[in-house]
DNA sequence: CCAAAAGTGTTTGAAGTACACCCATGA
DNA sequence: TCATGGGTGTACTTCAAACACTTTTGG
């Protein structure tokens, strides 16, 4: 805020609160977690039009004139996760906005509604309870999802035919781009580290590779990339005991580094 | 859109449009050029309060109904610029979206205003013509605005005191945040090749990364990786005459290719 | 001939790829 | 002892950094 001079704030006298024809904020949440080594997002089931039955990611109204979006999306995140974020201090981040007057149905009744996508990860989050509006909710395997066919259905204003469950707007637009966001994350940032509980072995985090891009990297390589960057990682002293019905050495265990940045980065395999 | 099926429409009867207080939706654009081999972004001087005589990112407000955010892109920076955007085909995207309710003291009338902003690239812009609200508008060199300084007052909500312009609302931080994108992009994408105008030689295209990064890459390097990268630039089979006041080989001209990525990156020396 | 700009070649070292190999544990 | 998973070693290759060098032009 800048400093006040008299007579500055004519203009907001003069502002008449009609005059903007209203536009609804919300923020849209991709949360995503790895279930059994897959990649999941959560996604609830619509209850009510507009697309009663359809699968819709978790999000809602940006409180007018009392947060942002950024305050509004780790509020929801709180609520639809039952855990609280501003503590986790899991990662949440912006990713897009959409803004195409027919996203949302309510066009039709003159509502214009832009919403704030996100992205949030974290480890291995439990089965969440349905909220007040949502009929289910649940982790869906990303690869169910049928994301490319049903981005291509929106993009092309049909409705989707397939066996995947229906995503409702423009969600499966949305959840393809940040999807695309994590993947591509993974190749320059720490972010992996965040879809593991501490504390974590490096196949563990290799594994979070696996479940994103689909495949995992070399094994040695990965491993001295891993090592070789400061601050990705922080051994401890200690050793994950063997699980009881496999064998195999008991691997050493890391925490989390303070490092955003791996450079030079993973290089993906876009064949893949 | 999905198809309709009776009753499917009793929400839309039930939807009170006075229910959502008002949120203006608006687009800033951070419009980049080179100028003499310096980056500038154009800036507009407010002849009304608030900021009167700030210097604030050209934008407008999206058309409630009518427009996404990135069709008002195109629209505004098409009347700022005055050049056809949808022709000049130039580089647009968004980077990202600016909600807190003090961005803009009209949230003291009630008017929570949240910004879209935008990055834009072009080759030498001609000297823009002041707009209808604008006093002033100009290409200015972004090492003379004080980004980090301007950035840090707006948040600490103090006021800026320096010798660079001051910089409307939170503009230096849409504005940094919007300039750090390009940076990285210069990294991984074809877009320097957005900053020239066709033909180009590769010392022109250099000279982006000069203008962006504050120094060149090495050129023999340089030229390696531009022309094994394939489709970022297309030989064409003229020479550009040498300059009448200089020695020098005459230049093999380029034009720019279709592809979008380059991989693997440029490295870029942080240190500068 | 000199300066300036374009363009080439070469050496060196860092880092990724691929894959063979060893180690520790439980059944 | 074997299967399983963790972890190491190493040769090969690719590519960027650095810099010396040649070529073509104008004065």
Redesign the interface.
């Known amino acids: 805020?800048?400093?006040h001079r008299p007579g500055?704030?004519?203009?907001?006298?003069a502002?008449d609160?009609?005059a903007?024809?209203?536009?609804?904020?919300t923020v849209d949440l991709n949360i995503f977690t790895i279930r059994d080594g897959v990649l999941t997002a959560l996604l609830i089931e619509r209850g009510?039009?507009?697309?009663?039955g359809f699968w819709a990611l978790p999000g809602g109204?940006?409180e007018?004139?009392?947060?942002?979006?950024?305050e509004a999306a780790v509020r929801e995140l709180s609520e639809e996760t039952g855990l609280d974020w501003t503590r986790l201090g899991g990662h949440l981040e912006?990713v897009?906005?959409y803004?195409?007057?027919?996203r949302d149905?309510?066009?039709?009744?003159?509502?214009?509604v832009?919403s704030?996508a996100y992205v949030a990860l974290a480890p291995n989050l439990p089965s969440p309870t349905a909220g007040t509006d949502a009929a289910r909710a649940r982790f869906w395997p990303v690869e169910d999802l049928d994301l490319d066919a049903q981005r291509a259905a929106w993009h092309d204003?049909r409705?989707y035919r397939g066996d995947a469950p229906a995503l409702a707007y423009d969600h499966a637009l949305i959840l393809s781009d940040a999807l695309e966001r994590v993947r591509a994350k993974l190749e320059y940032s720490t972010l992996a580290a965040q879809f593991v509980t501490e504390p974590f072995t490096l196949a563990d985090l290799r594994r979070v590779y696996q479940a994103v891009w689909g495949y995992a990297p070399d094994l040695a390589n990965f491993r001295r990339k891993v090592l070789k960057t400061p601050g990705f990682v922080v051994p401890t002293e200690e050793y994950r005991p063997a699980a009881s019905d496999r064998g195999g050495a008991p691997p050493l265990l890391y925490l989390r580094g303070t490092a955003q940045w791996i450079n030079?980065?993973f290089?993906r395999d876009r064949a893949g």
């Open positions: 805020m800048t400093t500055e704030d004519a203009y907001l006298a502002y609160a009609g903007f024809p209203p536009f609804a904020l009510d039009h507009p697309f009663k109204h940006v007018h004139g009392r947060e942002s979006a950024d912006q897009a906005t803004t195409d007057p027919d149905p309510r066009i039709r009744a003159g509502l214009h832009a704030v204003r409705a030079p980065p290089v």
